[in-house]
């Protein structure tokens, strides 16, 4: 039985603790603060799965730091993600360690050393970045790897959801100048907080050769007044090593939320939905007169299994490159560092990946 010790007993923790006991691992869910474990055990985890599972055991954050587990999952507030993966590596070796988006501030702080730190132990890091884990990513993998789209013109990828819907699942929260959301620098605003859009912008021209993000332009909306400093709108453009053009929004203000990832093609098209009718993500494909849609039918849930599914096959040794593995989320950190720097400047930005995960290779 595989074990994993949750860090951050929060939505998240939730998520990924019912996840993993849907696969019968043993779990261990911890925080810093007693009466997120409280709530964990008597709000989040009943009102979402029906009922507490007493199989979970609920522990102090600090007092728990040194137990083994074969996966650490790290499911804190993104400012606290590098040092508390580096008091769990002071500590142990996990076989696998996994930390939520975004993985840090857009000044990068503790990435590079992160990275060399893991790469260094060999063992499993990753960003859960789990959307490019879904049952709806490998059906577009898999119209992509046809080839009948023709050589690709283009991506563009759109993560728009108002964060009321956050507000909601965090009652104790008055809002976005209560917690990270609110301050971009701690990794919360539109760029960092709905980063899975160009996360999976990245996935997709990964996917078609595209290679990694070479350049951004941004534009960003940024609200300041009430003690906040977020971007509420994120508008970047995005050309990649090989040379190709696309585009990504992210915004904390659209609703109804639109979560899409299309992918256009010389002949045809790929359209990559979440939540595109209740209860389904969708595929739609097709040419300038032709569209098939499929409905995969998910639930929020599912998400997370897919997540612990995953990690079940990257300790079983089955995943040589995987879609979440930590240079991946450091590579969305970097498209996230030169969207502020882009916007800052008010010119494009080029990264220089020969720098590593540094400010310096934000050119
Ligand atoms: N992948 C996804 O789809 C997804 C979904 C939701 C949230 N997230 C990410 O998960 C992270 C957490 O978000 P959330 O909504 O669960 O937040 P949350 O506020 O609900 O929970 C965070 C918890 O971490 C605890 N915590 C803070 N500092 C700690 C520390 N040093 N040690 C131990 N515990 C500590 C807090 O007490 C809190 O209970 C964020 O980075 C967020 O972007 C990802």
Not at 63 to 92: C, E, K, Q, W, Y
Not at 156 to 163: D, G, L, N, P, V
Request: hydrophobic share 45%; charged share 20%; proline share 4%.
């Amino acid at each position: 039985m595989h074990t994993i010790r949750i860090i951050g007993a929060g939505s998240i923790g939730n998520h990924l603790a019912h996840a993993a006991r849907s696969h019968g691992w043993a779990v261990t869910l911890t925080d810093i603060d007693p009466a997120a474990l409280e709530r964990a055990r008597t709000d989040i985890y009943p009102s979402r799965y029906g009922a507490w599972d007493e199989a979970i055991v609920l522990k102090d954050s600090a007092a728990a730091m040194a137990d083994p587990a074969d996966v650490v999952f790290i499911g804190t507030p993104p400012d606290s993600h590098i040092a508390i993966a580096n008091a769990v590596l002071d500590r142990l070796t996990p076989k696998a360690l996994v930390i939520e988006k975004p993985l840090a501030g857009p000044d990068l702080a503790g990435c590079a050393a992160l990275h060399a730190r893991v790469t260094k132990a060999h063992i499993f890091a990753g960003v859960g970045y789990n959307h490019s884990l879904g049952q709806n990513t490998v059906a577009a993998e898999k119209t992509l790897k046809t080839g009948a789209l023709g050589p690709i013109a283009t991506i563009s990828a759109r993560t728009r959801e108002h964060w009321g819907g956050i507000f909601k699942a965090h009652p104790w929260l008055s809002g976005p100048a209560d917690s990270y959301l609110g301050f971009a620098s701690r990794g919360g605003g539109a760029a960092g907080e709905h980063s899975h859009g160009i996360n999976i912008w990245q996935h997709f021209a990964h996917v078609i050769g595209a290679g990694r993000v070479a350049e951004v332009s941004a534009m960003l909306d940024m609200v300041t007044d009430g003690g906040v400093a977020y971007d509420r709108l994120c508008y970047l453009t995005l050309a990649t090593e090989e040379g190709l053009v696309g585009d990504v929004i992210q915004d904390v203000v659209t609703a109804p939320t639109e979560k899409s990832c299309r992918i256009q093609g010389r002949d045809g098209f790929v359209d990559w939905r979440v939540n595109h009718r209740p209860g389904h993500d969708a595929v739609i494909s097709g040419t300038a007169d032709t569209a098939e849609e499929t409905l995969i039918a998910k639930t929020r849930a599912d998400d997370f299994k897919a997540e612990i599914a995953h990690l079940e096959d990257v300790l079983a040794g089955k995943v040589a490159n995987s879609p979440i593995a930590l240079a991946r989320g450091l590579d969305t950190m970097m498209v996230i560092a030169a969207a502020f720097k882009s916007h800052e400047l008010k010119r494009r930005v080029r990264i220089d990946w020969h720098e590593g995960y540094t400010p310096e290779a934000l050119i």
